[in-house]
């Protein structure tokens, strides 16, 4: 199965790249100051790949397994994403 997909995610690695840059920094846009719970970061991680698929053009049905999909897009979990932006506002915060 995995095989017939491939050639898809090749394909439109390009061009969900392009589009993928912004959708990080809005998501956690003010994050520094959130007081996020466990709840929040699991909603936080199911919009970011909805909105990843629905970029690429890749659907639920195609059974492509969100790690392999930000590995072959070299993205980020974003809630290592929302633990560097907290860990930079500490250190504004410090000096």
């Known amino acids: 199965m995995l ?3 491939a050639p898809l995610l090749e394909i439109q690695d390009w061009q969900c790249n ?9 998501m956690l846009h003010g994050s520094e100051t959130w007081p996020v719970r466990k709840e929040n970061e699991v909603a936080l991680q199911r919009a970011e ?17 969100s790690k392999e999909l930000r590995e072959r897009l070299g993205l980020d979990d974003i809630i290592s994403a929302l ?7 500490y250190g504004h915060v410090l000096q």
């Open 49 to 65: 790949m909805r909105m990843v698929r629905w970029m690429c053009g890749i659907k639920l049905q195609d059974r492509v397994p």
């Open 3 to 5: 095989a017939s997909i």
């Open 18 to 26: 392009v589009s993928l840059s912004g959708s990080q920094s809005s």
């Open 83 to 89: 633990q560097q932006n907290r860990l930079q506002l």
